[in-house]
T-cell receptor, first 111, second 115 residues
Framework: AQSVAQPEDQVNVAEGNPLTVKCTYS??????LFWYVQYPNRGLQFLLK??????LVKGSYGFEAEFNKSQTSFHLKKPSALVSDSALYFC?????????FGAGTTVTVRA | NAGVMQNPRHLVRRRGQEARLRCSPM?????VYWYRQLPEEGLKFMVY????????ESGMPKERFSAEFPKEGPSILRIQQVVRGDSAAYFC?????????????FGPGTRLTVL
């Protein structure tokens, strides 16, 4: 089965500092990888996905993710975090047609 | 283009009652998925449907839970005789296809509370 892992439950950064949310994957074949964000009491919003090609994927709200095949990682990054980026972030991988999610990482950006 | 719509947003039921959750996919999407988010747990797949067909219900409890996606109208997730353990956020997602690279877009969720 395809799976992803998010090794950090929480990430805390100061506003204006770089933000990184980690994700590692275990898949057979070529991976498709997704990042979603969930704001409090809201649904999941799609941020970006990796299909194939460029290892640096750009997404919504200034986020990007770097695909690293040798490290089997797909870390989410933002060069300068905002307080409004505080949310729950999920990495996901398709397992057949259903998404298999990581446990989620809570990001807190302090002013 | 309206996104995935779910209603109600909040639903309170007493033990033993029925809960009926509705989901309207994005325009042009014929693939619907239901996921459940339990407190302190991640998102878990429940069921995948196409119009008038249940494709995969492997994540759905065998008892009390059912889902449908009729030819006309929204997809319905139905929970009979609810118990406290059913309290959770239920999310619907839709996609234009079922290939791995197809993005699933999520609705705002229905938060079910069982008293």
């Amino acid at each position: 089965a395809q799976s992803v892992a998010q090794p950090e439950d929480q990430v805390n950064v100061a506003e204006g500092n770089p933000l990184t949310v980690k994700c590692t994957y275990s898949v057979s074949g070529n991976p498709y990888l997704f990042w979603y964000v969930q704001y409090p009491n809201r649904g999941l919003q799609f941020l970006l996905k990796y299909i194939t090609g460029d290892n640096l994927v750009k997404g919504s709200y200034g986020f990007e993710a770097e695909f690293n095949k040798s490290q089997t990682s797909f870390h989410l990054k933002k060069p300068s975090a905002l307080v409004s980026d505080s949310a729950l972030y999920f990495c996901a991988v398709p397992d057949d047609y259903k998404l298999s999610f990581g446990a989620g990482t809570t990001v807190t950006v302090r002013a | 283009n309206a996104g995935v719509m779910q209603n109600p947003r909040h639903l309170v039921r007493r033990r033993g009652q029925e809960a009926r959750l509705r989901c309207s996919p994005m325009k042009g999407h014929s693939h619907v998925y239901w996921y459940r988010q339990l407190p302190e747990e991640g998102l878990k797949f429940m069921v995948y449907l196409q119009k008038e067909n249940i494709i995969d219900e492997s994540g759905m409890p065998k008892e009390r839970f059912s889902a449908e996606f009729p030819k006309e109208g929204p997809s319905i997730l139905r929970i009979q005789q609810v118990v406290r353990g059913d309290s959770a956020a239920y999310f619907c997602a839709s996609s234009p296809g079922s290939a791995g690279e197809d993005t699933q877009y999520f609705g705002p969720g229905t938060r079910l509370t069982v008293l």
